[in-house]
């Protein structure tokens, strides 16, 4: 039987690379997209790409704990194993425009850490019935020296004051903190599964453009792409491996200057994603704020 991965995101710059080398390497993989257009071009491109593989596009929104339950009941009742669960959905705002999702929640925090902790929750025993099953969360470099308030953990104190590209990295801290709390939880109970993180780096995507940036941020994003970034396939490679050799509470991204790009392998998270006290405080607000009990 082959190997599953799901991946959030998969129509995106990084996302769509990650799905072909995961394509590459036998897995079944699910196109989880929130745009149907969007999605089906890329499903059909890796098609053609990959006739002898099987791929498929099913539709979530990370950012409407509505739709990730429809998506996590389409896949419990098509699938009876998951290899990887594969969080890269992501958005980047330039400005200080407080956003929420559809159930009211900043939308930062909604789509890197509420979305994947819903999702995460109710795949949870699919990822149990399979041997050596891989949580994998995208965050970025930008989680470093940002940690999130556990008592605001929607920012709501500050936000007009720091804006988005503060909100994105406590965001991105928020999912790491969550990673280590949900591997902790998997090493207690001597599960065989393993929940560990990566970043890309750096890589001129569509996010940057989607995110309505200034005159001079445009200029700024020029040229980190002509002189810092990698190449969307390179900036790939640290979610590819955590995927399929990851161990459990490991941490991948680009090895090379400031961890801007290069070969992919094991880097350090903030220490303080690490705390215990921390990782338990976000679960039981993660509940809240999804509706969910996840009890492992
Ligand atoms: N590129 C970088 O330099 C960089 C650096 C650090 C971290 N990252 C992280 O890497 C991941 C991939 O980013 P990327 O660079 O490949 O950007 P991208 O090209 O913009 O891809 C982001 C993907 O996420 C999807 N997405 C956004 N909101 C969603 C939602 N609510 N539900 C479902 N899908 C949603 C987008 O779908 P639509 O097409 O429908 O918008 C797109 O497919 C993100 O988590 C990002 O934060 C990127």
Request: hydrophobic share 40%.
């Amino acid at each position: 039987m082959k190997k599953i991965a799901i991946v959030t995101g998969a129509n995106g710059g990084i996302g769509q690379h990650y799905s072909r080398e995961m394509l590459n390497r036998g897995y079944h993989v699910v196109l989880a997209c929130r745009s149907k257009a969007s999605g089906e071009k890329v499903l059909k491109q890796l098609k053609s790409e990959f006739p002898n593989e099987t791929v498929e596009l099913l539709l979530v929104d990370m950012g409407d704990l509505k739709s990730i339950k429809q998506f996590s009941n389409t896949v419990l009742s098509k699938y009876s194993r998951l290899d990887v669960l594969a969080h890269n959905a992501g958005v980047y705002f330039f400005d200080k425009e407080k956003r929420t999702s559809k159930d009211g929640i900043e939308l930062n925090l909604a789509i890197h850490f509420i979305g994947p902790f819903a999702l995460t929750a109710q795949l949870f025993s699919l990822l149990q019935k399979t041997p050596d099953a891989r949580v994998v969360s995208m965050s970025s470099s930008e989680h470093r020296g940002n940690p999130i308030d556990v008592n605001d953990i929607q920012s709501e104190k500050d936000f007009s004051e720091v804006g988005n590209m503060k909100v994105y990295s406590r965001s991105k801290w928020a999912i790491l903190a969550f990673t280590a709390e949900l591997n902790r939880r998997i090493q207690a109970k001597n599960l065989n599964i393993h929940a560990l993180g990566a970043h890309p780096g750096v890589s001129i995507t569509g996010i940057q453009h989607a995110g309505n940036p200034n005159f001079l941020q445009k200029g700024v994003i020029w040229v980190i792409g002509k002189f810092f970034a990698g190449k969307p396939e390179d900036a790939a490679k640290p979610l590819i491996m955590a995927s399929v050799e990851g161990q459990g509470g490991e941490f991948y991204g680009p090895t090379g200057f400031n961890e801007f790009k290069g070969k992919p392998g094991i880097v350090q998270p903030d220490e303080g994603t690490k705390n215990q006290k921390i990782g338990a405080t976000l679960w039981k607000k993660a509940e809240k704020l999804s509706k969910l009990t996840f009890d492992i």
